[in-house]
T-cell receptor, first 115, second 112 residues
Framework: GAVVSQHPSRVICKSGTSVKIECRSL??????MFWYRQFPKQSLMLMAT?????????EQGVEKDKFLINHASLTLSTLTVTSAHPEDSSFYIC???????????FGDGTRLSIL | SQQGEEDPQALSIQEGENATMNCSYK?????LQWYRQNSGRGLVHLIL?????REKHSGRLRVTLDTSKKSSSLLITASRAADTASYFC????????????FGAGTTVTVRA
């Protein structure tokens, strides 16, 4: 089946650091990828839609200068949390679209902890 | 945005019993999907049911969809300890570019 690899799985860093998270589709090409944020014991909130070769589309309330998304190839999307602060600590999950009206394929998530 | 609500929030059952959870949504949809999430992990797709379907099966899983009531249910039969996880419903709609809108989730604990 379709596999999405997300790295790193866990990051602990100091306030003010920028952190890059990678999301790769390993055995298929993903024109569209999604980035979600999940707080403890809560649901997934869509942050942005990453489109290969074009600018990402951000959901309302998500700061695009804070969460930089790059989708330079059909198999890789990156999310960079710039100048991270403790309130950015969360579980970030990416997914790749399997096709319109099809299931999404999720990475294993990245636990980000900002001290 | 989040449009689904799930019921119950948490469920604890004995191994071998069935587990049923429900999902309600607010706007019209093209599909409804169920996903499982083990603690600290990503989501695993379970079943996708389209708006013109009423019931779907996959192994020990049974999903129903009632578009008139804007609700769906997921039944896990003969539960196992490995079924312990959080289960989320998510709706996809052409009008929203098929971006998924997730429910709050049901945490299922299966006791051995």
């Amino acid at each position: 089946g379709a596999v999405v690899s997300q790295h790193p799985s866990r990051v602990i860093c100091k306030s003010g650091t920028s952190v890059k998270i990678e999301c790769r589709s390993l055995d298929f090409q993903a024109t569209t990828m999604f980035w979600y944020r999940q707080f403890p014991k809560q649901s997934l909130m869509l942050m942005a839609t990453s489109n290969e070769g074009s600018k990402a589309t951000y959901e309302q309330g998500v700061e695009k200068d804070k969460f930089l998304i790059n989708h330079a190839s059909l198999t890789l999307s990156t999310l960079t949390v710039t100048s991270a602060h403790p309130e950015d600590s969360s579980f970030y999950i990416c997914s790749a679209e399997g096709g319109r009206d099809q299931p999404q394929h999720f990475g294993d998530g990245t636990r980000l902890s900002i001290l | 945005s989040q449009q689904g609500e799930e019921d119950p929030q948490a469920l604890s059952i004995q191994e071998g019993e069935n587990a049923t959870m429900n999902c309600s949504y607010k706007t019209s949809i093209n599909n409804l999907q169920w996903y499982r999430q083990n603690s600290g992990r990503g989501l695993v797709h379970l079943i996708l049911i389209r708006s013109n379907e009423r019931e779907k099966h996959s192994g020990r899983l049974r999903v129903t969809l009632d578009t008139s009531k804007k609700s769906s249910s997921l039944l896990i039969t003969a539960s196992r300890a490995a079924d312990t996880a959080s289960y989320f419903c998510a709706t996809g709609s052409r009008s929203n570019d098929y971006k998924l809108s997730f429910g709050a989730g049901t945490t299922v604990t299966v006791r051995a």
